[in-house]
């Protein structure tokens, strides 16, 4: 038996499951729970209840999979949550590392007006202000800054990591999403770019993990995802 709407706290997990899903890690129970910081027995709780209001299904692997109800109503607040974020930073001039928390509160209460209004306001943009793409299914291919060769040339695409706090360190550092540049030197333990503007940054490479770039030349695919960006939705730190 399904609800006609989904709750907050549903709300939160459809958001989740669609992030996972959107930067191609595995629609399980345990990454929910590292993503999310809660326990396992916690998600086993709230992924029964999303599967009996009709929002996703478990796979006989058993992984999950959105149901067409639960792919709509993820999308709708995901794509409500940037729009905020492009808002605020866009008519209200709030520095883009610190508006991910303010659309997480108002993210649940936008009604469909509202949301009608913001997008007016927004004109063209087409990514929140840490290069996520509003709309479903635009979401540019790149790869990780740690990954890339000295020499490299760069472009940053979005930061995977949308924590209040690493926000905070990459603005510090100077990096943004659309910066470009060369990676000049790599360590174990950090990364380093020139900007076209001759400027140097450095970064850890665990934060370099979480920062999606386009290179040229582009380093080869993983075959395994780093663990960093499974904990990146919102509370890993650096």
Not at 49 to 69: A, M
Not at 137 to 163: H, M, S
């Amino acid at each position: 038996m399904s609800r006609e709407h989904a709750t907050v706290a549903e709300e939160e997990y459809l958001q989740t499951i669609y992030w996972l899903e959107e930067a191609g890690l595995p629609l399980t129970g345990a990454n929910i729970a590292r993503a999310m910081q809660v326990s396992p027995p916690t998600v086993h709780e709230m992924v029964g209840r999303l599967e009996r209001d009709g929002y996703i299904v478990r796979k006989p692997d058993k992984t999950l999979e959105f149901t067409e109800r639960g792919r709509e109503q993820a999308a709708t607040i995901v794509r409500r949550h940037r729009l905020i974020e492009r808002f605020l930073t866009d008519v209200f001039d709030i520095p883009w590392d610190q508006v991910h928390e303010e659309a997480e509160r108002l993210e649940h209460w936008m009604s469909p007006i509202v949301e009608e209004r913001m997008l007016r306001a927004i004109g063209d943009a087409k990514t929140c202000p840490h290069g996520h793409p509003i709309f479903e299914g635009q979401r540019e291919q790149a790869v990780p800054l740690a990954d890339c060769e000295v020499g490299a040339r760069i472009k940053v695409i979005r930061f995977e990591n949308e924590a209040e706090d690493v926000l905070h360190y990459l603005k510090e550092s100077g990096f943004y999403p659309g910066l470009e540049g060369k990676v000049a030197d790599r360590g174990e333990e950090w990364i380093s770019v020139v900007t076209d503007s001759g400027e140097r940054l450095e970064i850890t490479r665990s934060v370099a993990e979480t920062v999606s770039v386009k290179a040229d030349p582009s380093p080869p695919p993983r075959t395994a995802l780093p663990e960093q960006l499974v904990m990146a939705r919102h509370h890993w730190g650096r």
